[in-house]
């Protein structure tokens, strides 16, 4: 028997992005642990990681190519070829591209976080035949962009810090669920006497785990931050210096703060008084000690009306009292924008001759119902889903339905197993899984980037992204030499 053991990353929508082990016997994948090297992961992984070689070897697990031969949705399939499955997908796509390719829709989001299975050699064979562009707002786009502003990127707080942090405030999120190696540092720094605080309108088992629980009112965060920003001003627990030498506009900031004084507050948040002021006093005046006091914010606080300018009010907090004067201060929501990554490189935009429309892929249910116009352009005639479902995800899930049962809406779906997607598609194809193609992955809750090998050779049929699209690229005749790239050079 030959063992060896495989470097790799987990692919998943979470900001652990942990370093993985497999190990292979005669071939086959026999276990997924955690890499016990990795400064922030150590070793550890959630159960659902753990387990991922059953997903990989499942039996409902899809291996062929397919072409529908039922109605739509009914999830009726014949298998056919590689060759059968590109060719009648060019066609198609190819007729289409000679009306108009705006009516063509890629529609993928975070199925995998790798840079290379993820949106590359597909955006280039996108903006190379001029299709549709997808704006990717579903899940966190206010929060980024609120934080961008506020903060100038996507940097914050080094995970590994928090566990030297004095006070740590939860705000938004349950990281003993979905952020396993922030909260073990947490823990270490509970267990050095630091106190933990929630705020979270949910009693989550994090919120219960930590010392205060604030339960505020569901789309009240921004107004919190605001009264918690009034007690620090009208109470002179500012670091005047910091706000000096390292922010703009604070004398706009503290006219608004000045409207939301403790009583405002506590009645919009329906909190009491008592608890917006503990808590910003508590804030400021360890700040004011010196003491590291540092924010785990997550996208939980965004995702309302207004949910980027809740997230702008709150990333203000740090600057207001110094706390990014420490390592173990100042605030994370995510730590993406660490790292300079030339995504041009990779997607190619150069490739797309002429601008084109943006269809939001929250809107994905009405602009499939949509009759061509003036102000929406073409009628929707394709959609390639990969990475994604959007039958389950997206909003409005009955006109998303009615919008995949369209007889003249060609839809083809890159999955693992016979998702609700893949049961409108009228082309079904075999996606490899992570542990049958290399990649890349950074994190946006540590600070390393880490290449994903493959451990063991596709099973039955299935392929890569990057390999369908460079498929597909060479049937309809795409000769630019990106095109031909391997997903090493990639």
Known sequence: MTTTQVRAACPHDCPDTCALIITVEDGVATEVKGDPDHPTTAGVLCTKVSRYAERTYHPDRLLYPMRRVGKKGEGKFERISWEQAIDEIATRLGGIAARDPQAILPYSYCGTMGQVQGESMSMRFFNQIGASQLDRTICANAGFFGYKYTVGATIGTDVEHFQDSKLIIIWGGNPIASNLHFWMRAQEAKRRGAKLIAIDPYRSLTAEKCHQHIALLPGTDAALALGLMHVLIAENLVDQDYIDQYTV???????????????????????????????????????????????RANYGVQRVRGGGMAVRNIACLPALVGAWRHPAGGIQLSSSGTFPLNKAVMQRPDLLRQSSRTINMTTIGDDLLREASPAFGPKIEAVIVYNANPLAIAPDSDKVMRGFLRE????????????????????????????????????????????????????????????????LAARMGFTDPCFQESDDQL
């Not at 009583?263 to 917006?276: H, K, L, M, N, P």
């Not at 392929?463 to 699209?469: C, D, G, M, Q, Y």
């Open 249 to 295: 506009g604070y004398p706009e900031l503290k006219a608004r703060a000045a409207e939301w004084t403790a009583e405002r507050t506590a009645q919009t948040c329906g909190i009491s008084v008592d608890e917006v002021m503990g808590l910003a006093r508590e804030y400021g005046q360890m700040a004011k000690r010196g003491e590291p006091v540092a924010i």
């Open 408 to 471: 003249d809406l060609f839809t083809v779906v890159l999955e693992h197993f016979q998702t609700d997607s893949a049961d409108f598609a009228d082309i079904v194809l075999p996606a490899t899984t992570q542990l049958e193609h290399i990649d890349i992955h950074h994190a946006y809750g540590h600070l390393y980037m880490m290449a994903n090998n493959a451990a063991i050779a596709p099973l039955g049929e299935a392929k890569p992204n990057t390999e369908v699209f460079r498929l």
